[in-house]
Nanobody, 121 residues
Framework: QVQLVESGGGSVQSGGSLRLSCIAS????????IGWFRQAPGKEREGVAC????????YYVDSVKGRFTISSDNAKNTIYLQMNRLESEDTAVYYC??????????????WGQGTQVTVSS
């Protein structure tokens, strides 16, 4: 089982930036995709940005394209989400999660505990 620990959430004003980090640990890091999912109150959970640890392919939900960037440091088993030009609609709990075969289509592996991102207008 993979353990995921997120950090970097917080409160910021609209137009500001935050950087989330997720460190993976465990005896077998055998997932294909890893990335960020978010859930806002009253809304369905959605995949925001994910990356394949095998070939580096990425996925972004349309609403964050051009503003968010996902990256990975495989030597540190860490992924990052740089979030720029944040909007109030980005307010949510952000979770790091893995999947054995997809990039953001599903998250059938491990989940982190979540980190709150709050954007005030």
């Amino acid at each position: 089982q993979v353990q995921l620990v997120e950090s970097g959430g917080g409160s910021v004003q609209s137009g500001g930036s935050l950087r989330l980090s997720c460190i993976a640990s465990g005896p077998r890091l055998d997932y294909y995709g890893i990335g960020w999912f978010r859930q806002a109150p009253g809304k369905e959970r959605e995949g925001v940005a994910c990356i394949s640890v095998r070939d580096g392919s990425t996925y972004y939900v349309d609403s964050v394209k051009g503003r968010f960037t996902i990256s990975s440091d495989n030597a540190k088993n860490t992924i990052y989400l740089q979030m720029n030009r944040l909007e109030s609609e980005d307010t949510a709990v952000y979770y790091c999660a893995t999947d054995p075969s997809s990039v953001c289509a599903t998250a059938r592996g491990s989940w982190g505990q979540g980190t709150q991102v709050t954007v005030s207008s």
